[in-house]
């Protein structure tokens, strides 16, 4: 049984450039997170999917980010003219389900830093 | 909301000693749930334990165990026998009832075990 994975692991970018990160989830997970943690902090809720349906945003997410799960597997999250303060860990969780003690599974996050 | 406090920065613990890390919660739902992460410099968060707010034992898994203590909203982890590769961040987390679609995180703790 395979983690979840993330792609790119690494990304330079200047300020101002779109990227686009990609999050492979655990297979049947139907719960898909994208969280963001900078430096010295504990990681940050973004979004979430169930199956293909986005059922929250943070208000952290602002209007240049946008994410997607097209067909209830993958995901991918862009942002768009970036930002020196988008610089962080851009990390994707999966879980079965939702209730309290279905545990979040992380992959090994994609670290995004904007010149 | 939720908030979760880790007030230790950074612990050092020798190996083969028992080290407890800190974390104290706040919330006004009357469930939830609450786990702690490992995350070593790679990045990937690393599930250890979980603990649900009507779980009558404290948790335990292998070396870790779950310092539970509803009445003072604690829920320190305690790792046993230390091994140098325990050396990592280490987050706390928590999900309530009404907000079990996220996971709110602590600032961490970052552990060093030395020989």
């Known amino acids: 049984d395979t983690g979840v994975s993330q792609n790119p692991r690494h990304k330079i970018t200047k300020r101002g450039q779109n990227v686009t990160f990609r999050c492979d989830p655990i297979s049947e997970h139907n719960r898909l997170y994208w969280y963001r943690q900078t430096l010295g902090q504990g990681p940050e809720f973004l979004t979430y999917?169930?199956?293909?349906?986005?059922?929250?945003k943070s208000r952290l997410l602002s209007d240049r980010f946008s994410a997607e799960r097209p067909k209830g597997s993958f995901s991918t999250l862009e942002i768009q003219r970036t930002e020196q303060g988008d610089s962080a860990m851009y990390l994707c969780a999966s879980s079965l389900g939702s209730g309290l003690q279905e545990t979040q599974y992380f992959g090994p996050g994609t670290r995004l830093l904007v010149l | 909301a939720q908030k979760i406090t880790q007030t230790q920065p950074g612990m050092f613990v020798q190996e083969k000693e028992a080290v407890t890390l800190d974390c104290t919660y706040d919330?006004?739902?009357?469930?939830?749930?609450l786990f702690w992460y490992k995350q070593p410099s790679s990045g990937e968060m690393i599930f250890l334990i979980y603990q649900g707010s009507y779980d009558q034992q404290n948790a335990t898994e292998g070396r870790y165990s779950l310092n539970f203590q509803k009445a003072r909203k604690s829920a320190n982890l305690v790792i046993s026998a230390s091994q140098l590769g325990d050396s990592a961040m280490y987050f706390c987390a928590m999900r309530a009832i009404y907000n079990t679609d996220k996971l709110i995180f602590g600032t961490g703790t970052r552990l060093q075990v030395f020989p």
């Open positions: 919330t006004s739902d009357p469930s939830y749930g």
């Open positions: 999917f169930q199956n293909e349906a986005q059922l929250e």
